[in-house]
Structure formats: structure tokens, C-alpha cells
């Protein structure tokens, strides 16, 4: 069972173009972070979303976290090839935060993102 | 800093090796992480340590053995390796404290290419 659902899967635009990434639960999460993760590479954190309904900006790249804490998105302004890779939403559970922070991170599928010149 | 080290980057060995994949953190971070990714798929936890103690493996063969020699260190020791085996393995570190919960993020190291022949 996979506790966050991404989509899409692919994405392949030219460059310019706008794009949204969608991650989304049923269960409520204590804080969501977004990766960005380039072939034979790791995993390099975008940005954390704590409080429900908190957008943070992050140059061309918009992260906005569910009211009810059980979505996220990350919107894409103007898409550059040097945008192209893996982006990743990962979060902690709830139900997990039993006053421990000892991270089981549950990932989404991942989007892969081909931006075209 | 919010660095991790991983060495070596490439390895490749026979199923009948022993090899050793390292990874350093300098951040004070008490937990630390290996998880497994293969092409195009988000990262699979296989253990996790806090305060140098395993808390948790994730049913992972015996032919993987983690160890967390200090604060800073963990190893993860290769022996008898399967093809099937052939991945990404990413070590990751977070700080572990409640007190900063939900901002644990986990910050990963660029990874070791391991292939078995």
C-alpha cells in the first residue's frame, strides 16, 4: 500500500511551460518534504511544509501543503532544462509522531520531469 | 553544513566478495539511514540507527550488515551479493530530536552505485 500517491508519474514539457506536481494521502502527516534527485545522484532536499495551508516559494518553484495536511503540490514557473530530474515528496507520518522523530519517511512514486529546450 | 559523505561512488564486485560502503556525517545528526534505490523507483528503508544503536531493519537479508562504528560513521558491510542486489544505495542522517520535530528533515549523501556480477 503506498501511504502517498504522486502524479503524474512522467512529465515532459518544452521549457517555459508551467507544470504542477501532485502528492496525496489519506492519512494526515506531521511535515511533507519535497526532493529534486538527478541520475546517479541522492536525493536533495527542496523544502519542508510544516503547518496545514503554508505555501513556501522557492525561486520559480511553488510548495503548498494541504489544509488538512494530507496533500501537497509543488507548481513549476516557467520550466528550464536545468529543472530536469526525480522529484520525490516524502513525509512523517502522524501516527508516527509519538513524541519521537526517528524518521520512518514514506515516499511518494516519484515524477520524472524531462524539460525539453 | 548539511552534507553526507558517501565513498566509495562506484563498486562493483563478484557474488563471492565481502565490500564495505561508508558513510559520514559532520552535522551532529543522532539517526542515521541506508536505503536502497533502484532506476526510477523512490528509495526502500532497509536500517536505521539512533544514537548508534540499530532501532530498526527493515527485514533485510543477512548478506547486508549495518554498522554505526560512532556518532558521525556507518558502515554497511557486503558479503555474498546477489545481481539482483545492483542499485543505488543512499545513507541519509537526521537530528533526532523532539524537540525540533517536525523539522527532522533527512539530508542524504550522493549515493554508492553498486553493481554484482
Known amino acids: 500500500t503506498q501511504l502517498l500517491e504522486q502524479s503524474p508519474q512522467f512529465l515532459s514539457i518544452q521549457e517555459g511551460e508551467n507544470l504542477t506536481v501532485y502528492c496525496n494521502s489519506s492519512?494526515?502527516?506531521?511535515?511533507l518534504q519535497w526532493y529534486r534527485q538527478e541520475p546517479g545522484e541522492g536525493p536533495v532536499l527542496l523544502v519542508t511544509?510544516?503547518?496545514?495551508?503554508e505555501v513556501k516559494k522557492l525561486k520559480r518553484l511553488t510548495f503548498q501543503f494541504g489544509d488538512a495536511r494530507k496533500d501537497s503540490s509543488l507548481h513549476i514557473t516557467a520550466a528550464q532544462p536545468g529543472d530536469t530530474g526525480l522529484y520525490l515528496c516524502?513525509?512523517?507520518?502522524?501516527?508516527?509522531?509519538?513524541?519521537?522523530?526517528?524518521?520512518?519517511?514514506?515516499f511518494g512514486r516519484g515524477t520524472q520531469l524531462t524539460v525539453w529546450p | 553544513d548539511t552534507e553526507v559523505t558517501q565513498t566509495p561512488k562506484h563498486l562493483v564486485m563478484g557474488m563471492t566478495n565481502k565490500k564495505s560502503l561508508k558513510c559520514e556525517q559532520h552535522?551532529?545528526?543522532?539517526?542515521m539511514y541506508w536505503y536502497k534505490q533502484k532506476a526510477k523507483k523512490p528509495p526502500e528503508l532497509m536500517f536505521v540507527?539512533?544514537?548508534?544503536?540499530?532501532?530498526i531493519n527493515e527485514s533485510v537479508p543477512s548478506r547486508f550488515s549495518p554498522e554505526c562504528p560512532n556518532s558521525s560513521l556507518l558502515n554497511l558491510h557486503l558479503h555474498a551479493l546477489q545481481p539482483e542486489d545492483s542499485a543505488l544505495y543512499l545513507c541519509?542522517?537526521?537530528?533526532?530530536?523532539?524537540?525540533?520535530?517536525?523539522?527532522?528533515?533527512?539530508?542524504f549523501g550522493p549515493g554508492t552505485r553498486l553493481t554484482v556480477l
Open positions: 511544509v510544516v503547518t496545514g495551508g
Open positions: 492519512s494526515v502527516f506531521s511535515s
Open positions: 516524502a513525509g512523517i507520518s502522524r501516527g508516527d509522531d509519538r513524541g519521537s522523530t526517528l524518521g520512518r519517511l514514506y
Open positions: 541519509a542522517s537526521s537530528q533526532e530530536k523532539v524537540a525540533s520535530a517536525p523539522y527532522n528533515e533527512q539530508f
Open positions: 540507527y539512533s544514537y548508534e544503536k540499530l532501532s
Open positions: 552535522m551532529g545528526h543522532r539517526a
